[in-house]
């Protein structure tokens, strides 16, 4: 029998990386090329993993995925996602990052969809509820130019954080009128601007790196439709729950810090700031 948890050990190596914070059309977006020390045995521990159809993830009409999903156990995301968590934490002043989850994203330009609901921009932070995941993140294992996440506004509104009452209901009433035209032999298809919503910024991912951002912004992945149509597009996704409990960092590390968490909007999901933080030396 293979031992799939000692494979995952000897590969799940991360390089030495330089993160780079980009603000593209004021999107927050942190990035870090060259990822992984040996990204070629990464893909392949995924591919030859097992992938789930995600329309049966609970109740299609809730499914915001598309595509097929190879899901790490939630008994087991915190010590798989180690490698991921720990190559943040230092640069976000914390001594630990909690895994919400991680899974295997594949898709493919001519895949059926469980309902409309995923073609749309969606967020990963539902509520300002500081349990929820504070970052969400993608590591691209497929070698095109055509990887690609979309950043999309809602009346003008980037961030789940910017909704209120009138934005929320405005939104669930879209969703259901929209979710009347599909027709069961639907297959994807991209969305530029659409009535009230606007694409704001389109990110290429390079094969081999790592792009994270606030879990409270709308996006999607950018795929056009005859995209990836005799091939998968691959992607690692996961999603990290911050603490202040483990804010942990040196007095000359206060100022980079609190860039880092304003940037990433960690302010806003604890109503707290690093500098209220008397630092660890």
């Given at each position: 029998m293979n031992n799939a948890s000692k494979l995952w050990s000897e590969i799940s190596v991360v390089n030495n990386l330089k993160f780079?914070?980009?603000?593209?059309?004021?999107?927050?977006?942190?990035?870090?090329?060259d990822f992984w020390k040996f990204p070629d045995r990464v893909e392949e521990f995924f591919r030859n993993g097992y992938w789930w159809d995600t329309s049966f993830f609970g109740e299609p009409s809730s499914c915001i995925?598309?595509?097929?999903?190879?899901?790490?156990?939630?008994?087991?995301?915190?010590?798989?996602?180690m490698p991921i968590a720990k190559a943040l934490a230092s640069l976000l002043g914390l001594k630990y990052i909690h895994t919400w989850s991680m899974n295997g994203n594949c898709v493919n330009g001519n895949m059926?969809?469980?309902?409309l609901e995923c073609t749309f921009p969606h967020t990963d932070?539902?509520?300002?509820?500081?349990?929820?995941?504070?970052l969400a993140y993608n590591i691209n294992l497929t070698k095109s130019e055509n990887?690609?996440?979309g950043f999309w506004s809602f009346n003008g509104k980037k961030s789940r954080f910017e909704f209120d009452w009138h934005d929320r209901n405005l939104e669930k009433k879209f969703h259901k009128t929209m979710e009347k035209t599909l027709s069961q032999d639907a297959t994807w298809f991209q969305i530029e601007d659409y009535d009230p919503w606007k694409l704001e910024h389109v990110h290429t991912?390079?094969?081999?790196?790592?792009?994270?951002?606030?879990?409270?912004?709308?996006?999607?992945?950018?795929?056009?439709?005859?995209?990836?149509?005799?091939?998968?597009?691959?992607?690692?996704?996961?999603?990290?729950?911050?603490?202040l409990d483990d804010l942990d960092f040196p007095d000359e590390k206060l100022e980079d810090v609190s860039f880092a968490w304003e940037f990433l909007y960690l302010d806003r999901i604890h109503n707290y700031h690093p500098k209220q933080t008397k630092p660890v030396n």
């Open positions: 780079e914070f980009r603000m593209d059309n004021n999107t927050p977006i942190l990035v870090a090329n995925r598309p595509g097929l999903s190879a899901l790490i156990n939630p008994e087991i995301a915190n010590w798989f996602g059926k969809l469980p309902n932070l539902q509520n300002t509820d500081e349990w929820q995941p504070a990887v690609k996440t991912m390079c094969y081999n790196s790592i792009t994270a951002y606030p879990s409270s912004l709308f996006h999607n992945l950018y795929m056009k439709d005859n995209w990836f149509i005799d091939h998968d597009r691959i992607t690692i996704a996961g999603f990290l729950n911050t603490s």
